[in-house]
């Protein structure tokens, strides 16, 4: 099953392509011309923000903003304090990610809560690795986060939509739906959480997030599809990553030459997430591994073509698992009239 049936580009579309392709290289271009770390935070913030979210407004910022405090200051508590006792942190990292998962079943402050987990994620796999500036991480989540809004704000000024967009569908879920969605995505997620730190995996932050961002969907026949378009997406947006380095080749250190290639990437990511119409498909996972990419890892002495085939292999092994971990988690979660799902 593939996204891409058939949707026009709406007179909408085209301006949220803008916003989406204009605020990511905007947050890229000062994040290098400051010469700031964690460039990964600046490039797939406005993403997140700009992507999932079409109509920006100050309910939308607040939300973005407050994950960004309390997440720092979670991930601050819990690296200094519990760091080195893991059973004590994997219980801490349980409530958090259950708080974030009950949210968004909910629907009450959904992009509190994917915005939350994907921070939460990242910072927990930097966390991790003693070479890491604690302070310096956090710092940069917060300056990123704020920094998406801000652009976020002016690029919806200069390309604001033609034309009204319609609310989405406000969806019922009886109790026994939200408790088999929440659990099924906290404890995929906190199993994601403790393999990777286990395994000491550093350079596998694609991974980690792909892991993530399939259990959007809450249920498992969701994540099986969001699992194939992600890969589908890393995949794409990989292959973009390979094009940029042949075309610069040791001529990466040139933001002039790089800002204009980012762009277009990300522009084509945002003209297939906007025809999608899905959320979060092939179109998003393209643009978030582009803003990996080069946010992470586009370096002049960085060689691009080994870390995108190791991203290609290390994403499939982790969406694979990670199915695996939630279809087991569904039949079980099935057995128990509180939990058991029932979607029409």
Known sequence: MFPLA???LGRNDLRQCLRIATAATLGFT?????????GVFFTV???LLVGLVPVFNAHVARQFVAAAMINSVEVGLIAGFFSHLPLVMTLVVFALFFVRFRLM???LLF???ASSLVSLSVMFHFASYETTDLHDMLTSNVVASSMAVVLAALVTYLFPDVEPRKPPPRVHKPANRIRHETLIGTIAATLSFVVFQVLDLEDSLSAQVASILILFPMHYRGVIIAARWRAMGIILGCCFGLVVQLVLY???DQLLLVLPLLWVCLMIGARMHVTEKVGSGVGFGTMTTVGILFGQYLEPNQD???SDLYRILSVCVSLVVTVTVVFILHLLLN???STRLEID
């Open 6 to 8: 058939d949707h026009p």
């Open 30 to 38: 000062i994040c290098k011309l400051f010469d700031w770390n964690y």
């Open 45 to 47: 913030y406005p993403v």
């Open 105 to 107: 079943s909910r629907g």
């Open 111 to 113: 992009l509190f809560g």
């Open 250 to 252: 040791d001529f990466s």
């Open 304 to 306: 691009l073509v080994y």
């Open 335 to 337: 057995r128990f009239p």
